[in-house]
């Protein structure tokens, strides 16, 4: 979510938030920058998947959406994130607001250097407290993604893996080859 995509309640101003991709975690604007590998490969994984949900007509597969989670009142914006029309019908119309209040089937995180373990479990936790079924983790740099349904279950495919989903979007598949791209040695890395 940026900024300029607010539409600004009345006394409350928006000059203070961030020109960056940002999330309201307990009340605190946390800046959500992502490195340019990053950003490719999330590209390219939401090309994938969004043409499959358009073509299958299955959801809306969106990116850096804010989704509002009345519990804590905290406003996250997964990298990428499925919503299926079974909780968001195609003809339902939108608000035209910066949140969305619908809690997103599939989150999808693309790792960069600036996060967190703890930032990434706290997120996680809160996700599948909600209600999300599916938390993907996306490691760019080690050319892996963690397919979460809960704490314990948990799937890691490679780059010589094939991406499926059939609970939520029968019929995808995309070889993991076609997602990650090169990368130079760095020696910022993001966590393992």
């Known amino acids: 979510m940026l900024k300029h995509d607010i539409q600004e309640p009345p006394g409350t101003g928006t000059a203070s938030l961030p020109d960056v991709p940002y999330e309201i975690v ?3 604007v946390r800046e959500k920058p ?3 590998l990053s950003q490719m490969v999330g ?8 043409y499959h949900c358009m073509t ?7 990116t850096e959406t804010a989704f509002d989670f009345v519990v804590k009142k905290n406003r996250r914006c997964p990298d990428l994130a499925f919503v299926s029309y079974e909780r968001w019908p195609r003809d339902k119309a939108f608000k035209i607001t910066d949140g969305w209040d619908v809690v997103p089937e599939i989150a999808v995180e693309v790792l960069s250097p ?4 703890v930032e990434l479990t706290n997120k ?5 407290g ?3 079924a599916e938390v993907w983790i996306v490691h760019p740099e080690k050319k892996r993604i963690e397919i979460r349904r809960s704490a314990t279950d948990i799937t890691v495919l490679t780059e010589a893996d094939t991406l499926t989903c059939e609970r939520f979007l029968p019929g995808f ?3 993991l080859s076609e997602i990650f791209i090169a990368v130079e040695d760095s020696e910022i890395e993001c966590f393992e």
């Open 114 to 117: 600036s996060n967190t373990v």
């Open 124 to 128: 996680t936790d809160e996700y599948f």
């Open 56 to 62: 299958h007509k299955l959801g809306w597969f969106t």
């Open 34 to 36: 992502m490195s340019l």
């Open 26 to 28: 307990d009340g605190v």
């Open 173 to 175: 598949a995309v070889p």
């Open 130 to 132: 909600h209600g999300v």
């Open 43 to 50: 590209a390219r994984l939401h090309t994938h998947l969004d």
